[in-house]
């Protein structure tokens, strides 16, 4: 089941996925016991105060996942999840508040954590209840997921320079989701600074993290990383994240360059920002000098996107299986015969560099 989908996950998996939920608070523990005991594939096997509590816990328990919150007394979560990746690497879910914990999640999304699940409160109160679907869905997922690599540095020496620009494309798109901010991780800073194309990406995060993840990945990077701003001109060399809430799409101005443009509409997408009006726009602005990549996701975004950029004569590469810790978006191309190529995660910008 690595790697697999919500739903492959789920059909996979024949006895109930064992949970460890680690939180400070004994009313958020307690919530996540009673919400997730709802659903007869996940089993509550214990629970822990702090990440030495966690730590011991996951030694005596041998959890197939875990929830743990981020800001808590003696051992935080951050500190906890290191830990325990160099231990034994476990598929862990954090929990936790936003956007006040949003530097302290990006660091625990590098050290190894697989997904997150904002609260809406931080407070004892029903409220957390309104998280029960997505943290019971990402933890199915996350169950599921390859960890053995997870707490390790990202390899990010940059791609030698291609010694003659080929002129083929003028844009390159990104689509990505759950693994996501570790994905890019790989794959932007191996860039070299005078990439010659501008870099669009769609990234599936919550409101109040993607201009936090955009400095961070910019701080790793030769090329320039910063979140997507309404009206800027794509420039080569310069990578525009969405901003969690709003689409990007393009617009060529009367002198002829092309600009983003942030979004609400469509209202009824899935995601907002979604991979397929990312790529839909660029396919309808650059025609066929795109050049996509569809990365590791649930679910089937960027597969009408793809469509559009495969219509127009565009390229359009996929992260492979084997280096996916969810192969859903990737799979919903290739299994749609639009995927020109699917390239393991560490090869990813080496294959771009090779086209371009």
Not at 213 to 235: F, Q
Not at 326 to 353: F, H, K, N
């Amino acid at each position: 089941a690595r790697g697999r989908d919500l739903h492959t996950a789920g059909r996979m998996m024949a006895a109930p996925i064992r949970v460890l939920v680690v939180d400070d608070s004994a009313y958020i523990r307690k919530v996540i016991r009673e919400m997730l005991s709802r659903s007869q594939d996940l089993e509550v096997v214990g629970t822990a105060r702090d990440g030495e509590d966690a730590l011991r816990q996951v030694e005596e328990l041998r959890p197939d996942v875990v929830t743990c919150d981020l800001i808590m007394p003696g051992m935080d979560g951050v500190e906890f999840i290191r830990r325990q990746m160099a231990i034994q690497p476990v598929p862990i879910v954090v929990v936790s508040i936003a956007p006040e914990s949003s530097e302290r999640v990006l660091m625990a999304l590098d050290a190894g954590a697989v997904d997150f699940v904002q609260k809406p409160t931080a407070l004892a109160s029903e409220r957390v209840l309104e998280i029960a679907d997505e943290l019971a869905g990402k933890l199915r997922v996350a169950a599921a997921a390859p960890v053995a690599r997870f707490g390790q540095p990202a390899v990010v020496t940059a791609a030698p320079v291609a010694a003659t620009f080929r002129n083929r494309y003028d844009v390159v798109v990104v689509g990505v989701s759950t693994g996501g901010p570790q994905g890019l991780r790989v794959v932007v800073p191996r860039l070299p600074a005078d990439f010659p194309l501008p870099i669009a990406i769609v990234l599936h995060m919550p409101v109040g993290y993607t201009d936090a993840y955009a400095r961070r990945l910019d701080e790793l990077s030769a090329v320039s990383v910063r979140e997507a701003s309404d009206g800027e001109r794509l420039m080569p060399g310069v990578a525009v994240i969405a901003p969690a809430g709003r689409h990007l799409v393009f617009d060529r101005d009367a002198s002829g360059h092309v600009r983003t443009r942030l979004e609400m509409r469509p209202l009824d997408s899935l995601h907002r920002p979604s991979v397929d009006v990312l790529f839909q726009s660029a396919a309808a602005i650059y025609g066929d000098r795109v050049l996509a990549l569809v990365m590791t996701g649930m679910g089937e975004d960027g597969r009408q996107g793809a469509a559009w950029i495969k219509a127009k004569g565009g390229t359009v590469l996929t992260e492979a299986e084997e280096s996916c810790i969810v192969y859903g978006m990737p799979r919903a191309v290739v299994e749609a015969g639009l995927s020109d190529a699917s390239v393991r995660l560490e090869q990813l910008a080496e294959a771009v560099m090779e086209r371009v």
